[in-house]
Every structure is written in C-alpha cells, then in structure tokens.
C-alpha cells in the first residue's frame, strides 16, 4: 500500500546545519503555499488508498492544528496506519497534541538534533533538554504510540560527552525510534558551506573532524543496540516493530505520492518532483514523470537497509562486478542472492553508492 508525503518547508529560524529547501519566507508566502498546497491535494486522482502519511519540511508543528486538519481531509482511507508529523522541540503544546491525534496522526518526529544547549545554540536553535522532555510528555498524554527524535552527529561545537549526553537522554525519554544522521557537509548548508571554504560565523572549526563525526555514530550505534533501538537503515534505529513504514516504502522502492514543493512521487515506473523552493512551486507545475532504472534504483536505496536487497538474475549479472569487488573489500557481504553492506560498508556507504549510479 503506497504512501503520502506532504511538504511544509516553512522554519522559525534557519538551523545552521539544514540543506533542505525550507526556511524562513514571508507570511504572505505561505498563505499562497498553504492555498496551492490544499488545491494540489484536493484534486490529485488517487488511484490507490494510502497507509502511510508523513508531513515534513520545514516545521508543519507550527502550523495552526485546524490548518494542519484541513490539508489531511483531502488524504483519503483515514485512520491511516502510520501518520507521521514532524515537530520541531518547543512548539508543541498539549492543546495541539490532543488536535493532531483526533485528526489522525499516530506518530512524531521531534528535530532535536542534540540535547546539548552549546550545540543547540550553535545550530542556530532556541530549545534545552528540558524542552524536549516536555514535549515528549505532551505527545505521550495525547496518545502518540511512536516517537522518533533525531540527532545529528557532526555538529559545531560537539565533543565525545556532548554526543554521549544526547545518548543518555535518549535513554530517559525512551523513544520508539531514533534518527541519527551525520552532518552532510556540503554547500547547501551554511555550516557545511563554511567547513569547507571558511569562515568563523557558524563554528565550523568546533565542528568535529569527519573522522571524529563517524566515532560518534558508531558509539550511537553500539548505545542504541544496548538500549534495544536496532539500526534497520543507515541512519534509522527502532525498537522492533517500530519502525518507520512509511519511509520504508522509499527503500524498499514502493509507491508513494509526494504534495508540495520538492515533494517526490514514484508510482512504481515512473518518478516525478514538484520544485524545489515554496515560489517556484507556486509558479510551476510538477515536471512530467521520468522513467526509473529500476535494478539500479532498488539496489541503490535498498542498499541503506540493514535487511540488505535481494536480486534477482538479471541485476546480479549486471552487478556481479562491483559487488563481488566491494564484497573484496569488506564493504558488502553477499549471502545466496542478499546483498549488504557491513558495518564499515555503512560508513564508506557514498563510495559504494556512487559505483552503482554512474
Ligand atoms: S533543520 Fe528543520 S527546523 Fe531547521 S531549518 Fe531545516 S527544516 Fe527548518
């Protein structure tokens, strides 16, 4: 059963580390956005019914509840299985968690990124551990069953203790399922930005080494496990059962159908994309879909999971090349027709990827 992606890329603040197409854009902005988005939904033809609905951006928790309410009335088959909403710590109170439940959310994912207030402050964020607590007590009252937190590994200003602080207040707040990402440094962040040509605005010299970034994760790896939130894909830990199906539905190259600017649909064949930045998106319509490699892309995404990807003959004769090279190399394990990585494949994942897009 496919998925629905909603997109709502508007931000309090602009955080450091976010290379999203979201931020901060003027009121008058999002009103059109909200009005193009509810269009958009409204008369999209579903040819399916969606079990899994996922709103992000951006900060949809600070969307006015009834707002939030009205753009699902068009999202057909509700209660839906999982209704993820991503919250940003801080904007959620308990008026607006008892809201989101009746509308049919079952499930948060709460940006914290650290639990760290000089990390915090560093990414360009108001909230404190105590804030995050809070909020998960809010969500729990209301009734949500599943709770991710993220953390990013990576961050200005983060030490060892820092990222071993974060860890042990993930283990007080017991979530279901944690995120944790590594920073991805590149140009469309301004920390990224700064890391690599310079400058002393974000912190990037406080920044950890890339080296020290994947120590990090590895001891988040080994804290989660002994906490009993398994890694299932590259940066994506659950206790079992709970983890993220509508997400799944990417990797394991399933269909879904994505509203709003840079939303992505796939409907089994063919992929599509609305524009990236909220005004192109009022402007322009979704580009025509565009045919998918199909053994590619289902071995390059299904790659992050834990459970590996199968294949069959044909992409194995395609394949065989690299896989057995990486294999060579520690980087992938092959058993009968399952492909995936190790554990230091995990880390190096890039390198392995790129081989099998180029
Ligand atoms: S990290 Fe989240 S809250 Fe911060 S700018 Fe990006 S989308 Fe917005």
């Not at 003027?26 to 709103?55: D, G």
């Not at 650290?114 to 729990?140: N, P, Q």
């Not at 190399?329 to 027709?337: E, P, Q, T, V, Y």
Request: proline share 4%; net charge negative.
């Amino acid at each position: 059963m496919p998925g629905v992606y909603i997109s709502y890329p508007f931000c309090a603040q602009k955080c450091t580390y976010c290379n999203f197409a979201s931020g901060v854009f003027p009121a008058e902005l999002e009103a059109r956005y909200l009005a193009a988005l509810k269009t958009e939904i409204a008369n999209h033809c579903w040819q399916w019914m969606p079990e899994t609905v996922y709103i992000g951006g951006g900060t949809p928790s600070n969307l006015d509840p009834c707002t939030l309410a009205s753009l699902l009335d068009f999202v057909p088959n509700r209660p839906w299985i999982e209704a993820t909403l991503e919250a940003a710590p801080g904007s959620i109170t308990a008026e607006k968690a008892n809201a989101w439940v009746k509308c049919g959310f079952n499930r948060a994912s709460l940006g914290a990124q650290s639990f760290v207030e000089r990390e915090v402050r560093g990414a360009g964020r108001k909230h404190t551990a105590a804030t995050v607590a809070a909020d998960v007590a809010a969500l729990r009252h209301a009734g949500f069953g599943s709770i991710n937190i993220d953390l990013i590994a990576g961050l200005a200003n983060q030490t060892e203790a820092g990222w071993r602080e974060s860890l042990d207040w993930i283990e007080r707040l017991a979530p279901e399922h944690v995120s944790v990402y590594m920073l991805e440094v590149d140009e469309e962040s301004r920390l990224g930005s700064e890391i690599l040509l310079g400058g002393k605005r974000y912190g990037a010299s406080s920044a950890p080494s890339d080296e020290m970034t994947a120590d990090l994760y590895e001891l988040a790896v080994e804290r989660l496990a002994s906490l009993g939130i398994e890694r299932y894909e590259i940066s994506n830990f659950s206790r079992p059962g709970f983890e993220s199906r509508h997400n799944l539905k990417y990797w394991r190259h399933e269909r879904y159908v994505g509203f709003g600017s840079d939303a992505h649909s796939f409907d089994g064949s063919l992929r599509s994309q609305n524009p990236e930045a909220p005004d192109e998106y009022l402007r322009a319509t979704r580009e025509e879909g565009t045919p998918v490699n199909a053994a590619e892309e289902k071995l390059f995404v299904g790659l992050r999971l834990s459970e590996g990807v199968n294949l069959l003959h044909e992409d194995w004769i395609r394949f065989e090349a690299p896989i057995r090279r990486f294999a060579g190399i520690g980087l992938l394990a092959i058993n009968g027709a399952n492909v995936r990585l190790t554990a230091r494949g995990v880390l190096l994942s890039n390198e392995v990827f790129q081989e099998f897009l180029l």
